[in-house]
């Protein structure tokens, strides 16, 4: 379960919403749980209630709403809104070796492109 990123300065930075989006995907799912996972279905059952303002108060979600992305904010928010799940595949590049720029925002999905 990878939650939190690595800063120019060789820091780690926790992410908040990673672990919340963990827990709420691992709260759906039976199998074996590792101690990190119920951690995060904890702390996703102790913000569920109000996520979208855990969320924007975040430091992810503050920095998104000051540059504009307050809807993602917004759409991460939402639990059960899609039946669909991302399926990881194993690339030659990461996103840090791409250049992912905002396409378009259709009301419910943001598009990027590579």
Known sequence: MAAGERWPDGSLR???EDWIACGAI?????????P??????????????????ALSE????QELT????HV???WASEVDASNGVAKLHKLE???????????????????YQA
């Not at 975040?58 to 979600?61: I, P, V």
């Not at 000051?66 to 992305?69: K, L």
């Open 14 to 16: 926790p992410c908040f």
């Open 72 to 74: 993602d904010v917004d």
């Open 36 to 53: 990190e996972v119920l951690a995060c279905i904890a702390a996703f059952e102790a913000v569920r209630q109000n996520l979208r303002g």
């Open 58 to 61: 975040c430091l992810s979600g």
């Open 66 to 69: 000051e540059h504009g992305f």
């Open 93 to 111: 590049t990461t996103y840090a070796d791409c250049d992912i720029g905002f396409s378009k925002y259709d009301g419910k999905v943001l598009y």
């Open 26 to 34: 691992a709260s759906k799912i039976e199998a074996r749980r590792t």
